[in-house]
C-alpha cells in the first residue's frame, strides 16, 4: 500500500453515494452489513483501503487502556506517534510523559500532537519539562498563530507505536478517563481500541497530516503490507474540513440503510441535523431496533438540550432514547446485526462533521461486535428509558430550552 491518504482532499463525492442517496444502496444489499457488496459499497464511498488480518481489543474502562498504552510504549524500538485532543497537567498527564520520556531515553524518536484549545489549561511548566525531555511537540492551531482557523479544531485521539500497534476512540489525556486513583468526581464512561496490524500504518498517516498542519518536520511512513488474511477487517474514516468529512457521514448512512436487526448508537455530544433524525428515524419505521444512548448527565449541557429537541421526532418513529445515569458518557461507538462495529471521535453534532479533524474505526467482525453488544446491554441496565408520552409532557420551560438549544446546535 502506498502512503496516501483516502479520500483525498478536494474530492466531490459522486451524488448516488451521498449520505441522503446512499441509504437506499445500503437498504437494496441481500447480504445487508455482511458480505462483499457491503464492503465494496462502503469502498466505494470512502476510496480507503479495507485492512485485513488485525488484532482488535476494545477498552471500556480507562485504567485498562492505559495499562495497554503503557506496555506498548515500553515496548516501542523506533517511534511513537502520539495525538490527542485534551493533554492535562494532571497525575495522567505527567505519567505518560514519563512513559514517553523513558522512551526517547532509549532512542525511540516520539512525536506528540495536542489541539491547542483542548490542551490549552496545560501549565507552561508541564510544557517545558515535556520539551526537555527530548519528546518532539506541537500544538495545532494555536490560537494566537491561526486567528482565521480558530474554530477547526484537532479532535482525533490517535497512538502508534513502531507502525504496527495503534490506539483509537474517545479517550483523551486526563484524570476522569484513565485513573480510578485521582479522578473528581468519578470516572467518565468512554470506550477506546487497541488495533494491531496495517490498520496502525494508516493511522499513522493520519497522525502525519495533523503534524505536517502544525508545522512539524516531515518523516517517512514505510508502506505496510499485512500477512494473513484472517483476523479483523477495519476501515479507518478520518476527516478534517475539505477532505472526508462527507464520506464520514456517506458511511454511516450506508451502514444504518444496511442494517436489518438493530442499530445500537452511543453518543456523547448528540446534535443532529436533520438528515440524520430522517435516516434513523427511517430505519426504526422499516423494524430495525434502533436505539440512542446518550448522556443523563454531560459536561455541556447546552449540546444536550439540543439533542433533546429531536428526541420527540426520533420517538415518534420508534426510535428509543436511553440516558446513561451513572458517569459522565462520553464514549462515541456503535454496533449493527452482530457484525459491524466503530469506535471512534465524531460526535453527531455540527461540529464533528464541519470543523474538526476525527477519526473512526469501523470493524467487521463478529466477536469484536458481541464485545460491544455486551457493553451497550450493561450500560442500558445503567439508564433511564425516554418514553414518548413523557416527554411531550415534559415541563414548558424544559421544552422552550431545548429548541433554543436546538436552534444553537450548528454554533456549539
Known sequence: MKPDLRPLPGRTLPAE???ENVVRLGEALTGGVRGPEFEALVHRIDTGPLHKGNEVAIFFDGDKAFASVAKAIEAATREILLETYILKDDAVGYTLIEWLARAVARGVQVRLLADAFGSGRASRSF???LEQTGIQARLFHPLWVHLRDHLIR?????IVVDGRVSFTGGMNVGNEYGSSRHAKGGLWRDTHARIEGS???ELALVFKEGWMRSGGDSFPIHPFEPHRDDGVKTLVLDSRPGRGDAETAAVLAAI???SRRYLWITNSYFAPRRNAIKLL???ARRGVDVRLLLPGISDVPIVRHAGHGCFAELLGSGVRIFEYQPAILHAKTLVADDYISLVGSSNL???SFHFNAECNVVMLDEETARRMAEAFECDLAQSVEIG???????PLLHQLGDSFAQCLSPLL
Do not use: E, P, S
Not at 484537532?154 to 490517535?158: A, E, G, L, N
Not at 414518548?388 to 415534559?394: A, D, S
Open 17 to 19: 453515494l451521498r449520505r
Open 127 to 129: 510544557w517545558r519539562q
Open 154 to 158: 484537532d479532535h482525533r485521539k490517535i
Open 199 to 201: 490498520t496502525a500504518w
Open 256 to 258: 444504518i440503510g444496511a
Open 281 to 283: 428515524g427511517g430505519a
Open 349 to 351: 453534532d455540527f461540529r
Open 388 to 394: 414518548i408520552h413523557q416527554w411531550k409532557n415534559r
